[in-house]
T-cell receptor
């Protein structure tokens, strides 16, 4: 079974631009959660999508948004990029919401210059 | 919301010794506590987890204990090996309402096993 796949692996963007990151969960998994990892703030929850609906949202500004498609693949979008958005963005796939084990993808390293 | 504190932030041990990492959580409604290992440049990987109806769980050289009354849980690694060197994260998942799969992570412990 293929693991969680995130694309792209690396991105360099300029302040003010927007970016879209993609996550393909493990086959059969319906929940996708997104996390931001930075040296200063650690791993912070962004949001979770389950059956195409946002299930929960972390404490991030509205510039961070996401969606999930009928095949459970998820995208997250960050608009009007700021330098502080530079981070490793990780998605985690679970079979169900609230019960399953979370398996992480390898992440997308976003650098904002 | 849930808050998870993790100690120590760094831990250096001699190969063959034991390593212990401790985490405390704030919300008694949390019911699931996974531990992840993250090697440099790699994804966090689940190494062991425990649910609130269990006090201890072991998997070879790794064990986790949970004290619900005190709201803390610990990771124990015995007979450490150089390949155990990594950053370890504890996490808690709240069971109430629309919590879903939201994990609240501790700040991480950088473990260095010296040969």
């Amino acid at each position: 079974k293929a693991g969680v796949t995130q694309t792209p692996r690396y991105l360099i963007k300029t302040r003010g631009q927007q970016v879209t990151l993609s996550c393909s969960p493990i086959s059969g998994h319906r929940s996708v959660s997104w996390y931001q990892q930075t040296p200063g703030q650690g791993l912070q929850f962004l949001f979770e999508y389950f059956s195409e609906t946002q299930r929960n949202k972390g404490n991030f500004p509205g510039r961070f948004s996401g969606r999930q498609f009928s095949n459970s693949r998820s995208e997250m979008n960050v608009s009007t990029l700021e330098l502080g958005d530079s981070a490793l963005y990780l998605c985690a796939s679970s079979y169900d919401s609230g019960q399953g084990t979370a398996f992480f993808g390898q992440g997308t390293r976003l650098t904002v210059v | 919301g849930e808050n998870v504190e993790q100690h120590p932030s760094t831990l250096s041990v001699q190969e063959g010794d034991s390593a212990v990492i401790k985490c405390t959580y704030s919300d008694s409604a949390s019911n699931y506590f996974p531990w992840y290992k993250q090697e440099l440049g790699k994804r966090p990987q689940l190494i062991i987890d425990i649910r609130s109806n269990v006090g201890e769980k072991k998997d070879q050289r790794i064990a986790v204990t949970l004290n619900k009354t005190a709201k803390h849980f610990s990771l124990h690694i015995t007979e450490t090996q150089p390949e155990d060197s990594a950053v370890y994260f504890c996490a808690a998942r709240w069971a109430g309402g629309a919590a879903g799969n939201k994990l609240t992570f501790g700040g991480g412990t950088r473990v260095l096993v010296k040969p």
